[in-house]
C-alpha cells in the first residue's frame, strides 16, 4: 500500500512539474511573437551646441519628429530601418528673447542645401551596433549610435555629429558670424564647435 502511494505522489509530482515546464515554454513562445509598436508622440529628440573656447553648452530639441516603420516581433526588427524626418522649423531652444531659434535657421540651416528637414534611417548590424544614415546639407552618411533598451521598454539613443561630415563649416562659420558677440569668452575669442551631442528616445510597447 505504501509502495502505491509512494508511486501516485510520484505521478502528481511529475506531471505538475511537467505542466509547470510547459507552461513556462508557452509564455517564451508568447513573449517571442509579441510584437512591438513604438508609441504615438513619445518620440524626443536633443542636441547640445557648444559655444566659446570653453564650450559652454547650448542645449535644444525638435518638438515635431515624424517616423516610419514596420512593428516586429522584438524589439530589434521595430527600429532596424526605422525611418524618421525632423522639420527644422520645429527648433526649440527655450530662449525666452525668441531671438535664438530664428537665427539659427536663418543663419545656420538656411545656409546649408535641401533642409527644410533633417532625414535618417535606423540600422544594426549583425553585432546589434547601431547606426543612423543620417540626411542633412544634401549628404548622407552614417552616424553611429549608442542604444540601450530600459526594462520599461524605453529605447535611449545617444551620438555626437561632426557637422563636417556634412559639409556644414561654412553654415557654422555664417551662424559663428551673426552670434560673434554672444559667442565670445572671456579670452576675447568668438567660437562655435562643430560637434554636437545628440541624444533621442522612443517608447515601445507590445501589441
Known sequence: MK??????LGLILVTAFSCKQAKKEENKAEEAMATYSIVQDSTDVRFTAYKTTDKKPVGGTFTEVDLTYTAGETPMETLDGMEFSIPVSSLFTNDTT???DPKIIHFFFDKMMETQSIKGTFAFDANQKC???????????DLPMDYE???????NFSGTMDLKNWNALDALASLNKACEVLHTGPDGV???WEDVAIKASVLLKKM
Open 98 to 100: 525668441n531671438t535664438r
Open 149 to 155: 533598451i530600459t526594462d520599461d521598454n524605453h529605447v
Open 190 to 192: 568668438s567660437k562655435t
Open 131 to 141: 547606426s543612423v544614415k543620417l540626411t542633412m546639407n544634401g549628404v548622407t552618411t
Open 3 to 8: 509502495k502505491l502511494q509512494a508511486v501516485a
